[in-house]
């Protein structure tokens, strides 16, 4: 009589292990982020759970709403289809349907830049995972908070300097009919903050001939060319490039960040 109970019981555990297994071979991108968002708060507010990973066009996609008690971007708690400004929400700076500025700060980490404002006058640097599949989590923030009212930020190239790294960033605006450009640089701690240390910048208005920046690096100098253009008959004509500013990453003071174009 104790047989088939034994062999039940052997079933059912065989069955219990296997189950085990197969949770451990879940894939990573579609287990839940942990959050503190309970299912009260989730159903009458509108916030959504995210998975552990997104793909990119996810990415660009989605409102995203941090953590709306302290306010401090570092971590995002979920998603929601509407912007509600009594929270901490950010979403990401888009051309086209497109992630506009993304950077590659190595392999694995890639910094994009988000608006934390429904009208996009500030902006800040948000650090993403880049896992198998082009999957992305959320890693935190710069800290720098830039305001991006009529212009937008974004980082170009880095540069390591013995024991130190060095971004080299562009500000571009634009209001009415007047433009500028702006090329700085900046010092990185390799963690979660950014100073910048060095900048020019040019501008010039519809109807003038068109200016911009460009540059060039050569170990641990960075030249600054001015380049002005002519419009004519919906047709560039380069008129002349000028080297304008030369900078030693070496010898770079810190700058306050008191310009709305900086």
């Not at 088939?4 to 839940?32: A, H, R, T, V």
């Not at 979920?78 to 190595?106: E, H, I």
């Not at 900046?186 to 208005?205: E, M, P, Q, V």
Request: with cysteine.
């Amino acid at each position: 009589m104790k047989t088939p109970f034994y062999l039940g019981l052997c079933l059912l555990l065989i069955s219990c292990k296997q189950n085990l297994y197969e949770k451990k071979e879940l894939d990573p991108s579609q287990l839940m982020a942990e959050t503190d968002l309970d299912s009260t708060l989730q159903s009458s507010s509108g916030i959504v759970s995210l998975p552990a990973s997104i793909s990119r066009p996810q990415l660009a996609s989605c409102l995203f709403v941090a953590d709306t008690l302290v306010k401090n971007y570092d971590q995002i708690i979920g998603a929601s289809k509407t912007w509600k400004d009594q929270w901490a929400m950010m979403f990401p700076a888009k051309a086209d349907g497109l992630l506009r500025g993304a950077f590659v700060l190595n392999d694995s980490t890639h910094i994009i830049p988000f608006f934390i404002d429904r009208y996009q006058h500030r902006q800040i640097f948000t650090k993403w995972k880049v896992g198998p599949n082009y999957r992305y989590s959320y890693q935190g923030r710069l800290k720098p908070v830039f305001n991006s009212q009529y212009c937008f930020q974004t980082i170009l190239q880095k540069i390591p300097i013995d024991n130190r790294t060095y971004f080299v960033g562009m500000t571009e605006g634009k209001k009415g009919q007047n433009y500028w450009q702006i090329i700085w640089t900046a010092k990185y701690n390799g963690l979660d903050d950014f100073h910048k240390t060095d900048r020019f910048g040019i501008d010039y208005s519809k109807g003038q001939n068109r200016r911009t920046l460009d540059y060039k690096i050569k170990g641990n100098e960075l030249s600054i060319f001015l380049k002005v253009d002519s419009l004519a008959d919906q047709q560039v004509i380069p008129l002349n490039e000028t080297l304008v500013r030369t900078v030693d990453l070496n010898e770079g003071e810190l700058l306050q960040e008191l310009s709305v174009l900086f």
